[in-house]
């Protein structure tokens, strides 16, 4: 406990002398702080499950030279209600963490509550003309679609968390060179705690207006990947897309090969509003054990689909400039279930934001013949 609290108070120590030197160009410091209240219940008879998280992030970037730049992200997360008593292993679900190093801690836990903090950015960046070059815990993007990512190996991330926007990092080392102004070549090597080696190459170009990608590797030691990618558009209407093939050798060498194969549409109109459409097939989707882990931010990118055809549409509209709301839902026959969501983000200030959010799950999922699962949730975001 001391030793976590030590380093905790370092880094944030750290971080204060920032504020001066900004003007500088030399240090940057951002983040957010924010509160949200939720509830989580089967239907508006039975009890509710009432949650409050106090959520703040600091974001810290130091440029030691031309060449050299430092990045250091964290999470300080206090959760406190319902979840927290009733289950005895959510604290151990929140502090886990999967990478190399082990940079999630729970600096203080009682009954009723427990803060948790989390780096989950801390990297040194060199670039120098057309090569740069990353180590630490960082976040490698490969994917072009919106909703989901099968070319994202590194570090996939759930749609339904709306509440990490920055998404998870992977502990990693990752080389690029630019050929043209227009390519990419890159390498990325990223180690789990288990000793798990993920690495591939990609190679990113255009071609007719469009962005082209293809990659090759190994997933956690035991599966070869290769994978395709696009975006572009089609008159008005962005198009984008991404394939991947995941096949098993070694001590998986038995499991069944698996791929996914995802297209997107969407488009901006002149008022700001947007709509969207995805599908994605996979021939063996994942079978999650229950509603709770789409909310995981450790997860597979083989954890992507849940059914071996799932259809997903949005729609927001900008009823202010101050006020928007927004509409989405999937369909996962596979399941015989739907996911339906409601939003509506209100601009109190600059810097302030409101949110108003409504998840609905229904569907059979693991051995559960039928379940269903309503999430309410009302955010006041600072950001700074």
């Known amino acids: 406990m001391k030793k976590n609290i030590i380093i905790s108070g370092v880094f944030l120590l750290?971080?204060?002398?920032?504020?001066?030197?900004?003007?500088?160009?030399?240090?940057?410091?951002?983040?957010?702080?924010?509160?949200?209240?939720?509830?989580?219940?089967?239907?508006?008879?039975?009890?509710?499950?009432?949650?409050?998280?106090?959520?703040?992030?600091?974001?810290?970037?130091?440029?030691?030279?031309p060449k050299l730049t430092f990045a250091a992200e964290a999470r300080n997360r206090l959760f406190l209600g319902d979840m927290?008593?009733?289950?005895?292993?959510?604290?151990?679900?929140?502090?886990?963490?999967?990478?190399?190093?082990?940079?999630?801690?729970?600096?203080?836990?009682?009954?009723?509550?427990?803060?948790?903090?989390?780096?989950?950015?801390?990297?040194l960046d060199y670039n120098s003309g057309?090569?740069?070059?990353?180590?630490?815990?960082?976040?490698?993007?490969?994917?072009?679609?919106?909703?989901?990512?099968?070319?994202?190996?590194?570090?996939?991330?759930?749609?339904?968390?709306f509440d990490y926007i920055e998404r998870p990092g992977s502990d990693a080392v990752r080389l690029q060179y630019y050929p043209q102004s227009s390519s990419v070549i890159e390498l990325a090597i990223?180690?789990?705690?288990?000793?798990?080696?993920?690495?591939?190459?990609?190679?990113?170009?255009?071609?007719?207006?469009?962005?082209?990608?293809?990659?090759?590797?190994?997933?956690?030691?035991?599966?070869?990947?290769?994978?395709?990618?696009?975006?572009?558009?089609?008159g008005s209407v962005s198009f984008r897309g991404e394939g991947t093939l995941f096949e098993p050798f070694g001590k998986l060498s038995d499991s069944?090969?698996?791929?996914?194969?995802?297209?997107?549409?969407?488009?901006?109109?002149?008022?700001?509003?947007?709509?969207?459409?995805?599908?994605?097939?996979?021939?063996?989707?994942?079978?999650?054990?229950?509603?709770?882990?789409?909310?995981?931010?450790?997860?597979?990118?083989?954890?992507?689909?849940?059914?071996k055809f799932t259809l997903f549409g949005s729609y927001s509209y900008p009823v202010t400039p101050l006020f928007t709301s927004g509409i989405s839902g999937m369909w996962f026959p596979d399941r015989k279930g739907f996911f339906t969501g409601l939003s509506a983000d209100y601009s109190i200030a600059g810097n302030v934001d409101l949110s108003m959010l409504w998840q609905h799950f229904e569907g059979t999922f693991g051995s559960v013949n039928r379940s269903s699962l309503n999430l309410a949730f009302l955010r006041i975001k600072l950001s700074f």
């Open 190 to 234: 990223k180690a789990e705690r288990e000793r798990d080696i993920t690495a591939a190459a990609l190679y990113r170009f255009n071609r007719w207006g469009y962005d082209v990608q293809f990659l090759s590797g190994v997933l956690q030691n035991n599966e070869f990947v290769a994978g395709i990618g696009w975006s572009g558009a089609i």
């Open 256 to 307: 069944t090969s698996t791929g996914m194969l995802t297209i997107g549409f969407d488009k901006f109109f002149a008022n700001n509003a947007a709509i969207q459409a995805q599908a994605i097939v996979c021939n063996n989707p994942f079978n999650p054990p229950d509603l709770t882990d789409f909310y995981t931010s450790d997860m597979s990118v083989k954890d992507l689909a849940f059914s």
């Open 14 to 65: 750290a971080l204060v002398p920032s504020f001066s030197q900004t003007e500088e160009k030399e240090v940057d410091l951002n983040g957010y702080v924010s509160t949200i209240n939720s509830a989580m219940f089967e239907s508006l008879k039975d009890n509710m499950i009432l949650d409050n998280l106090l959520h703040n992030r600091l974001n810290f970037k130091a440029y030691l030279n």
């Open 130 to 161: 057309k090569f740069q070059a990353r180590v630490g815990r960082q976040r490698i993007n490969w994917g072009q679609a919106l909703v989901w990512n099968p070319n994202d190996i590194f570090n996939a991330y759930s749609y339904f968390d």
């Open 84 to 123: 927290v008593r009733l289950n005895s292993g959510y604290r151990e679900i929140i502090s886990a963490d999967g990478g190399f190093a082990d940079m999630s801690w729970n600096i203080a836990s009682e009954n009723s509550f427990f803060l948790n903090t989390t780096i989950d950015r801390l990297w």
